[in-house]
């Protein structure tokens, strides 16, 4: 029985609330072992991850009654990056959908996903260094891929605070909706993207994901194992089909 976590599966997706709002959904030992448990069932039987928070939180970070007691052993575990590679390596999309603050973990989470819908209430930021800490789950690296390197800076090292219009303005958040259309906005981007074949989805995620050095291999690979599929086959030739009429 999850403890920190509401989890409503579907066909093809899984939607799961990050579900503390007493400490306004902040990402506790309890909840990073309910994520792994969640990426396994994942990996096991792929699906597309909406992922969003209850109260109007996406995830105000780390729980810091615990992060307060961690030492050099548990940061060497890396506790929360563990969790959020994983995420970030799912087979299928990651949609995190963010109404209100997604600061510090919470934030690092998203920026795992794939895609990041929000509200203009959504607040996005990284104030680690305040606490004496760094943003060690992921923002160093994956803000600055998704942001660029000037905005990242303002946001670890200045302590900014995107709002989801600015989030939206600097890429960070492909949409841009109201609090009430939110979830009806990640479903529909899962209809897009559920459009495509699952297999196929799967080789073009790795290839993103792959460092440079991959390229062209990579994809010649990934291509020849797609040629032989029968979706393939049965996809083009409805379409040349439907072309024809």
């Known amino acids: 029985m999850s403890q920190t976590l509401r989890v409503e599966e579907q066909d093809d997706r899984v939607v799961v609330v990050l579900d503390r709002p007493e400490v306004r959904n902040a990402i506790d030992a309890a909840m990073v072992a309910e994520l792994h448990t969640l990426c ?24 810091l009654r615990q992060l307060r007691e961690r030492r050099r052993e548990d940061a060497l575990r890396g506790i929360n990056s563990g969790v959020f590679e994983r995420v970030a390596q799912l087979p299928l999309p990651t949609v995190a959908a963010v109404d209100g603050p997604a600061l510090g973990g919470g934030a690092e989470l998203a920026y795992a996903c794939d895609f990041r819908i929000a509200t203009p209430r959504a607040r996005f930021g990284n104030p680690e260094a305040q606490l004496g800490i760094l943003a060690a789950a992921g923002a160093t690296w994956r803000l600055r891929e998704l942001i660029g390197l000037p905005l990242a800076r303002e946001v670890l090292l200045a302590g900014r605070v995107l709002d989801g219009a600015q989030a939206h303005a600097a890429g960070l958040v492909s949409r841009l909706v109201e609090p009430d259309e939110l979830l009806p906005a990640a479903h529909a981007l899962v209809d897009e993207v559920l459009r495509s074949d699952p297999l196929a989805l799967r080789l073009t995620k790795l290839a993103l994901a792959a460092p440079p050095g991959a390229h062209p291999r990579f994809d010649d690979v990934a291509q020849a194992v797609l040629f032989e599929s029968e979706a393939k086959t049965q996809r083009m030739t409805d379409f040349l089909e439907r072309r024809t009429r």
Not at 40 to 63: I, M, N, S, W, Y
């Open 40 to 63: 396994a069932a994942l990996e096991a039987r792929p699906k597309v991850l909406v992922l969003t928070g209850a109260g109007g939180v996406f995830a105000a970070g780390a729980d």
